[in-house]
């Protein structure tokens, strides 16, 4: 119950900041051209930093998310399909623009969620421990 509560609450934040920066800080905002790139790829970031958190709200039937085995296999198939996505943007009738760095902030982003939510998990077990 604990890792919902917090999913629910990080997939919710992680949300609103993805919204704030595509349609609010990108075509309002002036942003200087060192930081440009840094706002480019934030949401795919958060985005796929988020995927652990929003596999174990939404998808619990397919991904259990009890062992640290389970987890990482929920993060590379995440992953796999968010670099899958990026390269479909290669296809011009979708319209959208290909980026490596893309590719390279999803990378990073599941690695942080995964360590995130590594270390929620152990956190739980550890007070479930505590109150038995």
Not at 86 to 92: A, F, G, S, T, W
């Amino acid at each position: 119950m604990y890792l919902k509560n917090v999913s629910k609450w990080m997939l919710i934040i992680g949300t609103l900041l993805i919204w704030t920066v595509k349609f609010i800080i990108r075509p309002f905002v002036h942003i200087p051209a060192s930081i440009k790139p840094l706002v480019g790829f934030a949401p795919n970031l958060v985005g796929s930093f988020l995927l652990p958190f929003g596999a174990c709200l939404f998808f619990q039937r397919f991904f259990r998310l009890e062992t640290h085995r389970d987890l990482a296999f929920t993060c590379y198939f995440g992953l796999l399909l968010v670099i899958f996505n990026e390269y479909l943007q290669l296809i011009p009738i979708f319209g959208r623009t290909f980026d490596y760095l893309d590719i390279f902030s999803s990378v990073i982003g599941v690695f942080c969620g995964h360590l995130v939510f590594a270390r929620l998990m152990g956190s739980q077990v550890s007070q479930i421990r505590q109150e038995a």
